[in-house]
Structures are given as C-alpha cells and as structure tokens.
C-alpha cells in the first residue's frame, strides 16, 4: 500500500499483511467531522484495493474510540437552514459503514474508550469488536432528538437483542463494555493494558487467514438476515463452489492431511 502521508483526521500504517486505521482528533474526542468522512473513505479504499493487506484494525486515539458526528459541525443557528442530514447519511456516513460491512477481508475494532453516536455505529460494522474495560457504548442520538443511524439499528438489535437495543436508543444511558460483551453486542471486555495486544494478536492472525473464504462469511452473513433457509442453502451452495475452487482450499485440504500449518495466500 502505498504510504498516505497527507491524511490529517485519521492514520494509516502497515504492519506486514494488516493495516491499523486510526481515528485521530483525540482532541474532539475523535468525533467525525467532514474531513474525517472523506479521510476514511480514501483510507478504506486503499485497504479494500490493496491485495497484500488481509486485515484491517481500527480503533482511536487517545482517551475515545470516537464520539460520533461533530456536532459543532452541526450548531444550527437559531433561524437558520437545518441541515441536510439525510444527505450527510446517504453521501457520508453509509457509505462508509457498507464498505466496512462488505470489504471481502476481516474488520477487527478496538474501542480505546467511548463510543458514541455513530462510532457505536462504525465499531458495530465491524466483525470483531474488542473493548477496553473502560470504554463505554452511548446511543447518543435520543439526546440530541435524532434516530440512531449509520447502521444502528441494523446492528444493534440483531447483536443484543430488541429489549437491550431498544433501551439503548430510547434512554441514551451509557452500556460498560463489560456489559456489552455480556449482552453479545461486542466481542470482547479486555483489560485496559491488553486491548492494544489482543486486538493486533487476531489481526495478525486473519492475516495469514484464507481472505477469500472469510470476505463469503461475510457476505452470506449479511445476506443470510435477509434470506429464506432454500434461498440461504442455495448461496452457500454457490459461494462453497467458489471456494472450492480457491488455492487456499487446496492447501488446507493438503495441510491437514500433512499435518502441518497452512500457508494461506488468502486467494
Ligand atoms: C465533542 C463531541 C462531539 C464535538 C465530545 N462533537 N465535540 C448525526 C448527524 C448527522 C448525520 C449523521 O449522523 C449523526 C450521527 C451522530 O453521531 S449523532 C450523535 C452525536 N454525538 C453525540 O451526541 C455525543 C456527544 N458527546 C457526548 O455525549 C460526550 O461528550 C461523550 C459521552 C462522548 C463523552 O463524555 P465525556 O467523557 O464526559 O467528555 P466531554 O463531554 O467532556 O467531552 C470532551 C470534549 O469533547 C468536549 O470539548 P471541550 O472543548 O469542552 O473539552 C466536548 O465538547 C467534545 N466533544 N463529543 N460529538
């Protein structure tokens, strides 16, 4: 991947096969602002397009994961033009969540501290969700007389059940992670000291994981939520032909029965 020295509101490094996405305006708390949408969005493509990346961690710096829309971004003057935030929505934010959703390789997110808003959001895109013990999950939006969004309530209630989701959004009262974890919303409460090294750990290990196998999980999990069981049956069907066909099958198939470790291209 090629080095991306100009982005200001979020980082990205290599490490070997998997790349760390950082959210930085510690100072606001990591909240999303317009610069920060368009950062990411060139941040996830260069991820999605770069073949030798095989896993994607992201997380925040500083004190918060990320505390949502910046909302003096948002400060509407009294009298003035309300925003467009249907727009911000299909043009910003979802965007954004589809790509993490549908990358054909593993999302893994550490939350370093609060989430809020619509970083419960982008954290509940992804397909791990590791927290520190100390972070906590806000379904901010009831608070300042918005919907939850960018995925919410996609995500939230099918993670932690309809009554746990609904009491999220409807009461904005802040969820420890070690409750999330306890309520399948996450999935894992660490200790403060070791998110950094548990999170890294399983991305370095999806890695060297068969990608092209997990990128169908992902996609007939998604598709499953939709689907009837024969249409279901009959899209594993389809996507287990794929693999079927992939190198990374053959070579776990011939792993095994050497008894050896695989040595997955991701292919
Ligand atoms: C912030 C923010 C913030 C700016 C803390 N913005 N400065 C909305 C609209 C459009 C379309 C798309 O969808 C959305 C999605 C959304 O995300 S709506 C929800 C927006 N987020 C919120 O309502 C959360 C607002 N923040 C909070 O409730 C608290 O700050 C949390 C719970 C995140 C953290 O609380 P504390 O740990 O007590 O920190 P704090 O409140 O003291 O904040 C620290 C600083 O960060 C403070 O600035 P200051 O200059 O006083 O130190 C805050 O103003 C700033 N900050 N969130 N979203």
Sequence with gaps: MKAKPDLETVTLEQNGGWARL????????????????????????????EENIRALLITGAGRAFCAGQDLQEREIAPGGEAPDLRRSLREGYNPLIWKIASMPKPVVCAVNGVAAGAGVSLA????????????RFVMAFCGIGLVPDSGATWFLPRAAGLPRARAMMMTGEPVDAKTAAQWGMIYRCVADGELAEQSETLAAKLARAPTSALGRIKRLLIEGEE???????????????????????????????????ADFTGR
């Design 22 to 49: 950082t959210l930085n305006r510690p100072g606001k708390l990591n909240s999303v602002n317009a610069q920060m949408r368009a950062e990411l969005a060139e941040a996830l493509a260069a991820v999605d397009g």
């Design 124 to 135: 509940m895109a992804c397909d791990f969700v590791f927290a520190a013990e100390s972070a």
């Design 227 to 261: 689907n009837s069981l024969p249409r279901q049956l009959e899209r594993e069907a389809e996507e287990q032909g794929e693999a079927g066909r992939g190198s990374d099958y053959a070579e776990g198939v011939r792993a095994f029965l050497e008894r050896r470790p």
